[in-house]
């Protein structure tokens, strides 16, 4: 079943480690339970051919009740500290990914209140809560365009887009 299709605008390659992705998988996994939204930032680096991910910041690091609501929800003290993580790691973000219950859609909440405002800022929906083993042709990929407007992939996009590797290089 295929959600929606590939928008205008090239997304920016997102690798990621194979074991990176399987430990970032089973904590969402984890802090959702199977009943409630999980999600965490992805730091790493941006590079000509895409970014890095070399570190995942789970929401409840910067904010303990972030899934207190049937939805995240992050104050801005939240992202001051999330600012100072990367600096302190010289790193930045390079996507966030959060959970949903049934499908990787987005929904409308997600659309108008990005975690990152930033054109070309990557945010990834797993669904299930993370049950199972999610791949990246499972998940909904989402760019940022500016303006709540946003470029969407799924299914095999997807898979072409996120690329879980061995050693978290893009080649």
Known sequence: MIFF???TTPAPL???PATLWSELMAHLR???AGVRESGAFLLGHKTDAGRVVARFLPYEQLQADSFNHDYVSLKADS???LWEVCRDA??????DV?????????SRSDRTNPMVAL??????IVPRFAKGSPRPHDLGFYVYQGNHQWASYSGSDVGLLLRLSDAGVIQ
């Open 90 to 95: 010289g790193m930045t973000v390079v996507a």
């Open 119 to 124: 054109k070309g800022h990557i945010a990834l």
């Open 5 to 7: 299709k590939a928008a």
């Open 79 to 81: 992202f001051a500290r």
């Open 14 to 16: 997102l690798d990621m």
């Open 98 to 106: 959060h959970t949903h219950p049934l499908d990787p859609g987005q």
């Open 30 to 32: 984890a802090q959702g």
